[in-house]
């Protein structure tokens, strides 16, 4: 799987990692990253576990 350069601000720290192209925000941050705050509950978009904030809005991770 090919991998991609990410660059952002978790929490006020700078991160930058190497992800799977495909994978989800969510397998990112717990996976990856290490930030296990967001939950997997249905990976389908509907239970809003996965939920984190962008810019100031509300997203599903998942
Ligand atoms: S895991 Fe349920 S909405 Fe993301």
Same mark, same amino acid.
């Given at each position: 799987?090919?991998?991609?350069?990410?660059?952002?601000? &978790?929490?006020?720290?700078?991160?930058a990692?190497?992800?799977?192209?495909?994978?989800?925000?969510?397998?990112? &941050?717990?996976d990856?990253?290490?930030?296990?705050?967001?939950?997997?509950?249905?990976h389908q978009g509907?239970c809003?576990?996965?939920?984190?904030?962008?810019d100031?809005? &509300?997203? &599903?991770?998942?």
């Amino acid at each position: 799987m090919v991998k991609v350069p990410v660059q952002f601000t &978790l929490n006020g720290s700078e991160k930058a990692e190497f992800i799977d192209s495909g994978a989800t925000l969510l397998h990112a &941050l717990r996976d990856k990253i290490g930030d296990t705050s967001p939950k997997g509950g249905c990976h389908q978009g509907t239970c809003g576990a996965c939920s984190v904030i962008i810019d100031g809005e &509300l997203r &599903l991770s998942c």
